[in-house]
């Protein structure tokens, strides 16, 4: 939100927040001292509201702004109305697994089941664990099966990470992201997955969200095989990709009604660094008794940020392009 001008009067300043208004500029009045201080909402709508504001000082009496008043009401109106649908969206989606909410969201559904059912026939990674149907490294980037035979702690690495994927297990670019090490590992990434992705997923669709989480799990995942080591695994790559996507969809798309709160970003921003500094801290990672995969986190958010930006800031037309 920027400052446009002051004005002396509180007449002379709403009339011109009206006009702005009915064009399409939100903008709203506030006393400034003996003043009226005049504010624009979006960064995008300063430069156009000051060339009106030019235009205003002319002739401030011209019957443009004499008349403006009944459609800025009638805009007013509407942008009430979109905020309580807002607020009901965020009602609904703050209930649990209903069945309504399965079929319009069905991918983020489906992503959920897969990564469980991965924990539980890996028994959440143990790999020297007899309950375990199938070996973690199954999902692994890099083949450690073939490359070790002995204490997965302290074995080296494959001597060529991309071996099994140039052999044809091309999965290994996308199934690090459901395998997950520890039920807390799974639920805390599950809850962001269920709470980012229905979101997207209903605004855009189903086949969008699916290409959505197609781009951010590879890129995140080659990332991380670089940076975090080929062991890395989980969804919060992703999870941190479709938490950056709809950040940016939330500021820069005034045409949906999407609901991210400050504190959820303070909260996922603040968790992201907490990880860098663990990595800088030893007592610090040896209280918290994990590490993190800040390589895959701050890939995937930079990821999420950019698509959503560009996507908001795509003309309509181009942005249906995602719809398949």
Same mark, same amino acid.
């Given at each position: 939100? !920027?400052?446009? *001008?002051?004005?002396? *009067?509180?007449?002379?300043?709403? !009339?011109?927040?009206d006009y702005l208004t009915a064009q399409g500029?939100?903008?709203?009045?506030e006393e400034d001292g003996d003043d009226y201080a005049i504010w624009v909402r979006e960064d995008d709508?300063?430069?156009?509201? !000051?060339?009106?504001l030019g235009r205003f000082r002319q002739d401030p009496d011209h019957e443009r702004y004499q008349a403006a008043g009944r459609e800025a009401q009638r805009v007013r109106l509407e942008e009430a109305k979109r !905020?309580?649908?807002i607020a009901r969206n965020l009602r609904d989606t703050s209930k649990t697994f209903g069945g309504a909410r399965l079929k319009s969201t069905p991918v983020t559904f489906g992503i959920?089941?897969?990564?469980?059912?991965?924990?539980?026939? *890996?028994?959440?990674g143990d790999r020297w664990d007899p309950r375990a149907t199938v070996s973690n490294w199954t999902f692994t980037f890099a083949d450690f099966e073939h490359a070790i035979r002995s204490d997965a702690d302290n074995a080296p690495l494959p001597p060529d990470r991309w071996g099994a994927i140039v052999q044809g297990e091309v999965w290994r670019l996308v199934t690090p992201s459901v395998l997950h090490y520890g039920p807390i590992h799974l639920l805390f990434n599950m809850y962001f997955l269920w709470m980012f992705g229905r979101q997207i997923e209903q605004q855009l669709g189903s086949w969008y969200f699916l290409g959505?989480?197609?781009f951010l799990s590879p890129l995140g995942n080659i990332v991380t095989v670089y940076g975090d080591g080929p062991r890395a695994a989980g969804f919060s790559g992703v999870g941190y990709g479709i938490f950056g996507f709809l950040w940016m969809r939330a500021a820069y798309d005034r045409q949906r009604p999407w609901v991210i709160s400050q504190q959820t970003i303070a909260l996922l921003i603040g968790w992201f660094f907490l990880g860098i500094a663990m990595d800088f801290i030893e007592p610090l990672q040896q209280f918290m008794g994990f590490r993190m995969a800040n390589w895959g986190h701050g890939s995937g958010l930079l990821l999420g940020m950019l698509a959503g930006f560009t996507t908001a800031k795509w003309p309509p037309w181009r942005r249906s392009f995602w719809r398949l």
């Open positions: 939100m !920027r400052q446009l *001008t002051t004005l002396a *009067t509180r007449d002379a300043a709403g !009339r011109l927040a500029i939100n903008a709203h009045v709508h300063l430069e156009p509201a !000051r060339k009106e !905020r309580r649908q959920i089941l897969v990564c469980v059912v991965v924990s539980l026939i *890996t028994n959440f959505l989480v197609c």
